[in-house]
């Protein structure tokens, strides 16, 4: 198995890792981040679980990443995403982590957002030799489907001599993420149609590298137990379509699990025995993170009202630092991110020496 390096995976090596991860029925957890506490905490729990990882900006995210006070948005969500990226070209090398970097949901209205990111990944790539990210993800789920593959093969040709990848979506993940997606979507569409992924293998495949987020009943965000049924083996299904027509190995699809918070263990389980590679966690990285600190506010409420306390005169500044409770909301995400190395069994797995 050849080896990677700390840094950003990309390319050839992009593809070793993918293989290692289906071969080995593992998958990488790949996280939200907003800013750089984020980033540091993924990177701290993946050099300490020895596991690569998956770090994604959604557009909110990268928004948030530059600066809410920025007045030109589609301008923020653009450099807050390449701000991010450079953060973690420098820091994955210090952590000493190999990190797939990707952006999340694109819809129709967000495709004009990945397309100046790669107009800005084709200079970087120029200028380094490398792409700034590894993969964008193009979620035109709630278009036609040809609608759908037209664009993601259009935006695929550009990315691919970048080196890079694209995720897309077929069939509609439940829920909301940042703005994409929605409550009110009927129930069949929750569930991805084998054919329809066969479609897109047969016009993607010839063009480049691509992963697919595949619904099967998954959902966003976290709801009452009940109110999600996963159905893992619609996964398998398509993997056997695909594999048969097209004369290929088993679990031929790079596959992804969108939603993977508050999931039940066993699906998670028998979803990367079909194929899946990678995890999205988000909301329950975001309430560890808030929780924890939530948790230090109460323990330390004078210090979050007063710089001195009122009747003993002693001083709050250690209590107060943002340093300190960020710190809080750090360790907390990775203690989540713990459990998540372990529910995907990367945990231990890492492919750099
Ligand atoms: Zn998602």
């Not at 905490?41 to 998956?54: H, Y």
């Not at 820091?91 to 949901?105: F, I, P, Q, S």
């Not at 713990?338 to 020496?353: Q, W, Y």
Request: charged share 25%.
């Amino acid at each position: 198995m050849a080896k990677l390096k700390p840094g950003i995976v990309w390319g050839d090596d992009y593809k070793t890792l993918l293989k290692a991860c289906k071969e080995g029925q593992y998958a990488l957890p790949a996280v939200n981040v907003v800013g750089t506490n984020g980033v540091n905490a993924v990177l701290e729990a993946a050099a300490k679980n020895k596991s690569e990882v998956i770090i994604q900006l959604s557009n909110g995210g990268a928004q948030f990443y530059a600066g809410k006070g920025l007045p030109d948005t589609h301008r923020a969500m653009v450099m807050g995403a390449v701000s991010a990226a450079q953060h973690v070209h420098l820091m994955a090398k210090e952590y000493g982590v190999a990190v797939v970097l990707n952006t999340d949901h694109a819809n129709k209205k967000l495709i004009p957002w990945v397309e100046d990111l790669v107009t800005y990944g084709e200079a970087f790539f120029k200028k380094n030799g490398y792409p700034l990210f590894s993969s964008h993800m193009i979620d035109l789920s709630e278009e036609a489907i040809e609608d759908n593959l037209a664009t993601s093969a259009r935006i695929l040709k550009r990315v691919v001599p970048l080196g890079m990848s694209i995720e897309i979506e077929l069939g509609v993940t439940g829920g909301e993420e940042d703005g994409v997606g929605s409550d009110e979507i009927d129930n069949d569409k929750l569930y991805t149609q084998p054919e329809d992924v066969l479609q897109a293998y047969k016009t993607l495949a010839p063009i480049g590298h691509f992963s697919l987020a595949a619904s099967f009943g998954n959902v966003h965000g976290v709801y009452s137990p009940g109110n999600v049924h996963l159905r893992p083996e619609i996964l398998k299904n398509s993997q056997e379509l695909v594999a048969q027509t097209m004369g290929l190995g088993k679990n031929p699809l790079d596959l992804v699990f969108h939603g993977g918070s508050g999931s039940e263990k066993a699906k998670i389980e028998e979803s990367l025995g079909y194929g899946v590679f990678k995890m999205n966690i988000d909301t329950d990285t975001q309430f560890a993170f808030a929780h924890a600190i939530g948790d230090y506010v109460k323990a330390n409420d004078k210090a979050f009202a007063y710089q001195i306390d009122p009747e003993t005169e002693a001083p709050y500044k250690k209590q107060y630092d943002p340093r300190v409770w960020l710190r809080v909301g750090e360790q907390a995400m990775a203690v989540r991110l713990d459990e998540a190395f372990k529910d995907l069994r990367s945990a231990g797995k890492t492919l750099i020496d």
